[in-house]
């Protein structure tokens, strides 16, 4: 089965640092999105950002951005200027609804 | 907040019986994925409706099924209930322009129902 791994279960950052977030992926179609999600302790899912497979730059929003590497089938998140809020789980996902088993991520004031 | 609302947040049911839970979608969406997350995993798909047809189904049982409503809400069922499926259920509302083949759109999720099965 193609499936979605999320290698940290766990991570920790100190506030107004930076930290990256890995996962890899299988699949065999061409064209795909690429999701990270946040999920709070509120539980409510919010996209952090999206990448498609055919745009070569890799996707910004703000202070998250990600280091895709298609022949590596590889998306990493990386979270510049962490801030307390940034505290959660975050999920990678592809868009045929494969989730990742998730990185729980502490910010240490 | 993503507009997308299900009902109950919570529910305990014991071993056999059925469980019905609902979600209301983001205005506009006409697409509503489920979802299973187990303690400690990542959300597992069950299925997909568009425009009230089965779009998509993931590894699930028979004994898990769905609808969706002409406004779009939409419902899951689960029959004949096991300890397994005790886990937080989500819904994820998106708009979108295709009938065939996975969804590429931003999904909206809502906060879920945690289901306990005794």
């Known amino acids: 089965a193609q499936t979605v791994t999320q290698s940290q279960p766990e991570m920790s950052v100190q506030e107004a640092e930076t930290v990256t977030l890995s996962c890899t992926y299988d699949?065999?179609?061409?064209?795909?999105?690429l999701f990270w999600y946040k999920q709070p302790p509120s539980r409510q899912m919010i996209l952090v950002i999206r990448?498609?497979?055919?745009?070569?730059q890799n996707a910004t929003e703000n202070r998250f951005s990600v280091n895709f590497q298609k022949a590596a089938k590889s998306f990493s998140l990386k979270i510049s200027d962490s801030q307390l809020g940034d505290a959660a789980m975050y999920f990678c996902?592809?868009?045929?609804?494969?989730f990742g088993a998730g990185t729980r991520l502490t910010v240490k004031p | 907040e993503t507009g997308v609302t299900q009902s109950p947040t919570h529910l305990i049911k014991t071993r056999g019986q059925q469980v019905t839970l609902r979600c209301s979608s983001q205005?506009?969406?006409?697409?509503v994925s489920w979802y299973q997350q187990a303690l400690g995993q990542g959300p597992q798909f069950i299925f997909q409706?568009?425009?009230?047809?089965?779009?998509g189904r993931g590894n699930f049982p028979p004994r898990f099924s769905g609808l969706q409503f002409p406004n779009y809400s939409s419902e899951l069922n689960v029959n004949a209930l096991e300890l397994d499926d005790s886990a937080l259920y989500l819904c994820?509302?998106?708009?979108?322009?295709?009938?065939?083949?996975?969804?590429?759109?931003?999904?909206?999720f809502g906060a879920g129902t945690r289901l306990s099965v005794l």
């Open positions: 994820a509302s998106s708009s979108s322009t295709i009938h065939r083949g996975p969804a590429k759109n931003i999904q909206y």
């Open positions: 996902a592809h868009n045929d609804m494969r």
């Open positions: 409706y568009y425009r009230e047809e089965e779009n």
């Open positions: 205005s506009g969406h006409n697409t």
């Open positions: 990448q498609e497979a055919y745009k070569q």
């Open positions: 699949t065999s179609e061409s064209d795909y999105y």
